[in-house]
């Protein structure tokens, strides 16, 4: 009943929440950097977001890039030597209760696919396997001529920049740029498991940075249902199911546990 969402996180919500998620026929989930923040890495917008307290970045990023790959390595390494903000709170940051809560329903059969905006790798440290990082991920490089994705190695400066060892190409970190196109491979696969879903949990997300923004719609345009959990209102609230309002690493500890009475339905093959 889109519309009819609880707005809080209070005990029947959350039960409210999990008699869902165990009924779903196949249940994913799409994160955004709200479910870091409690990591220690700030969000972009919002309180405390890193583009409320400094402004918006260029939008043209790869535009940028692809002009002067070698100056923008160049100042990539210095960067390593002398990070910003959020290079450095990403560095250190370590999965929190609610990354934590994702790969356990995972590993319980109830999550049977994880698309998260995060660059941060912070769900392949809490255990999560089926996973899509839309945007890449800080820790890998990418060749930009046949797509090849590694982990980030050393080179030096006589090396700027780094080419691809399969092609020559050059190569970028994995991370998508503004203005970068997100690699075929991770919207299809985005896409197909939105397709599939007849629930999807929208966690810690603005929801409005496309085309990411489009997977819970395309949810919803199938017949799906949204579980959102954030601690404000988003676009997507009035179209939530359950609407659970709170910290994503309060709230999913709960919804697991409430899930202890549930056994998750075997996976069937997608309609
Ligand atoms: P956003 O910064 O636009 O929005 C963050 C959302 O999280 C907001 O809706 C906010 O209300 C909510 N939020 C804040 N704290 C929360 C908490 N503790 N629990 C639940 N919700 C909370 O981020 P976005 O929608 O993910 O999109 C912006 C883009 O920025 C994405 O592409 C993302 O990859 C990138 N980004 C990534 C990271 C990261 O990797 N950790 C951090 C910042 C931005
Ligand atoms: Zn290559």
């Not at 043209?60 to 903000?85: A, H, I």
């Not at 919207?187 to 397709?195: K, N, R, W």
Request: aromatic fraction near 6%; charged fraction near 20%.
């Amino acid at each position: 009943m889109p519309g009819n969402g609880s707005l809080n996180g209070d005990e029947a919500a959350i039960r409210a929440a999990a008699e869902q998620i165990a009924a779903a026929r196949y249940c994913t989930a799409l994160t955004g950097a709200g479910i870091s923040k409690e990591s220690g890495i700030p969000t972009f917008r919002g309180e405390g977001g890193l583009w409320t307290r400094q402004g918006e970045p260029p939008m043209n990023g790869y535009q940028l890039f692809l002009e002067d790959p070698r100056g923008w390595w160049l100042e990539r390494l210095e960067q390593q030597r002398n990070p910003p903000e959020f290079a450095k709170a990403i560095a250190t940051a370590r999965p929190n209760p609610g990354h934590l809560a994702l790969a356990q329903l995972e590993q319980r059969g109830f999550l049977k696919h994880l698309i998260s905006q995060n660059v941060d790798g912070l769900h392949l440290d809490a255990g999560s396997t089926r996973l899509t990082e839309i945007h890449g991920n800080r820790r890998k490089l990418r060749c930009i001529a046949c797509g090849r994705r590694g982990p980030a190695r050393d080179f030096g400066e006589d090396d700027v920049p780094p080419h691809c060892d399969a092609c020559g190409g050059i190569v970028k970190a994995d991370t998508v740029m503004f203005g970068e196109p997100i690699p075929r491979a991770f919207i299809d696969a985005c896409f197909a498991e939105a397709a599939k879903s007849d629930l999807m949990l929208v966690i810690g997300t603005s929801a409005t940075v496309h085309p990411a923004a489009d997977l819970p719609l395309q949810v919803l345009r199938r017949g799906g249902a949204i579980i959102e959990m954030n601690v404000d209102a988003t676009p997507f609230s009035a179209y939530a199911t359950v609407s659970l309002r709170g910290p994503a690493g309060v709230l999913l500890p709960q919804v697991v546990q409430a899930l202890d009475s549930f056994d998750p339905r075997p996976e069937r093959p997608a309609v």
